[in-house]
Nanobody, 125 residues
Framework: QVQLVESGGGLVQAGGSLTLSCAAS????????MGWFRQAPGKEREFVGG????????YYGDFAKGRFTISRDNARNTVALQMNNVKPEDTAVYYC??????????????????WGRGTQVTVSS
């Protein structure tokens, strides 16, 4: 099983960019599908996007399409979330999650087995 630690959160102005990183420790990172979720105060956790174990497939929530990009480096056991043209409504705690599947990408939080503690992203207007 992997352990996950997010980093890279902070304060950014609307229209700016921010890259979040998730470092995984443990074995067989390349056999996990990875996802990013976010949760704003008073709201349910929502799917930002995910990437397959090989990195060959990505899926995004509608709000993330065209602005966010997920990538992974299996040699370094990391997955990144590049956020461009951020908006105040992107303010949330962002979580990295791992799902032990080699094929496909999980898009719901109940499918993910392991979670990081999250990193806060705040977008000022």
């Amino acid at each position: 099983q992997v352990q996950l630690v997010e980093s890279g959160g902070g304060l950014v102005q609307a229209g700016g960019s921010l890259t979040l990183s998730c470092a995984a420790s443990g074995r067989a990172f390349s056999t996990y599908s990875m996802g990013w979720f976010r949760q704003a105060p008073g709201k349910e956790r929502e799917f930002v996007g995910g990437i397959s174990s090989s990195g060959g497939r990505t899926y995004y929530g509608d709000f993330a399409k065209g602005r966010f990009t997920i990538s992974r480096d299996n040699a370094r056991n990391t997955v990144a979330l590049q956020m461009n043209n951020v908006k105040p409504e992107d303010t949330a705690v962002y979580y990295c999650a791992a799902d032990r599947r080699i094929v496909g990408v999980a898009t719901t939080d109940t499918e993910y087995d392991t979670w990081g503690r999250g990193t806060q992203v705040t977008v000022s207007s």
